[in-house]
């Protein structure tokens, strides 16, 4: 199972930016996905999470209205779209699956698998 995020990098506050998740060596339909992000010194927290049809989701109360959560379970991947970006939501990004984790799963204990981060900086 790996996880790839890509689509991080430097914006100003206001701005937008779309993170995509490549998941390989596993079909992401049968696993809870969920995004998660960390700022220096901070602990690791939910983002925004999806079930496997892609009719709920559930989002932190800090990015609800600004983040939307996607995913494609055909072409295995995942995506957070990211509007009206403000300082506070800068860290290092990661998206997340588990087949144990329940689906809209915003717990990081409850994920076994991570990709390696893609960092958002807002300035």
């Known amino acids: 199972v790996q996880l790839v995020e890509s689509g991080g990098g430097s914006v100003q506050a206001g701005g937008s930016l779309r993170l995509s998740c490549a998941a390989s060596g596993y079909t992401i339909r049968r696993y809870a996905v969920a995004w998660f992000r960390q700022a220096p010194g901070e602990e690791r927290e939910g983002v925004a999470a999806?079930?496997?049809?892609?009719?709920?989701?559930v989002y932190a109360d800090s990015v609800k209205g600004r983040f939307t959560i996607s995913r494609d379970n055909a072409d295995n991947t995942l995506w957070l779209q990211m509007n009206y970006l403000k300082p506070e939501d800068s860290g290092m990004y990661y998206c997340?699956?588990?087949?144990?984790?329940?689906?809209?799963?915003?717990?990081?204990?409850?994920?076994?698998?991570w990709g390696q981060g893609t960092q958002v900086t807002v300035s």
């Open positions: 997340a699956a588990d087949r144990g984790a329940s689906w809209c799963d915003l717990e990081v204990s409850s994920f076994g698998y």
């Open positions: 999806i079930d496997s049809d892609s009719i709920t989701t």
